[in-house]
């Protein structure tokens, strides 16, 4: 039904950047509420920012500082810059939006590696 198409991601080596984005229906990215998950191997997806349809932001505490989720509702996308990057934090990344139901990307693989 609804696409989500996430981009940006890939190989850097620890403290490097990256930013991720995240494209959709504009009504849905316009009123819904958005963040970012992310799963490595072996372990369970988790939480890594939101951004309420308010503006409202959460982050993960293993990423404050670091990272910092931002939407632009015109442009039907959500950004995740990520700074300082670790090890820890390779994993797949997810695009979430809620509006009455959920809706989630294909994922893109960030690597953090030397």
């Known amino acids: 039904q609804v696409q989500l198409v996430e981009s940006g991601g890939g190989l850097v080596q620890p403290g490097g950047s990256l930013r991720l984005s995240c494209v959709g229906p504009?009504?849905?990215?316009?009123?819904?509420?958005m963040g970012w998950y992310r799963q490595a191997p072996g372990k369970e997806r988790e939480l890594v920012a939101q951004i309420s349809r308010s503006g409202s932001i959460n982050y993960a505490d293993s990423v404050k500082g670091r990272f910092t989720i931002s939407r632009d509702g015109a442009k039907s996308t959500l950004s995740l810059q990520m700074n300082s990057l670790k090890p820890e934090d390779t994993a797949v990344y997810y695009c979430h939006v809620r509006l009455f139901t959920e809706y989630w990307g294909q994922g893109t693989q960030v690597t953090v590696s030397s």
């Open positions: 504009t009504n849905i990215f316009r009123f819904g509420d």
